[in-house]
């Protein structure tokens, strides 16, 4: 998860909310050759579809062709989370509690930085997981990424 500055956040953020969607997470990627991805996951009571993504996408670009926030070259795209949705704030690991998560910590804990186990709650600003049926504890702050494990 590259996550994206707080400015770029906030400024669709405001974009998407006020269009009526809830906006799950913006991912920032710097790319040599082609230029900058900014990526935004959006989500609704109502589920998400192409249409959907079309109008937030027209809006955010419109945003951001004004502010002009990004230097260079950059290519947006919008996104429903999916099954696998990201998870890029503390709330989400509140919110999905009881679900089964992969992480990927940006340095190892004791190490191991791939986990792969049910939320099981947040303590602060700890994540906690069941892995193979231990209790572990995560520093938010360390995670690189993280997703849900879709259970089919």
Known sequence: MHKAPAHLRELVGSAVEALGYELVGVEFLSRPKSGHLLRIYID??????????????????????VEDPIKGDYSLEVSSPGLDRPLFEVAHFKRFSGQMARVRLHSAIEGRSNYRGLISGVDGED??????????????????????????
């Open 127 to 152: 994540i906690l997981l069941q892995v193979e049926g231990e209790p572990v504890r995560l520093p938010f702050a360390q995670i690189a990424s993280a997703r849900l494990v879709p259970e089919f």
């Open 44 to 65: 609704s009571e109502q589920g998400v579809g192409l249409a959907d993504c079309e109008k937030v996408s027209h809006q955010v670009g419109a945003v951001l062709d």
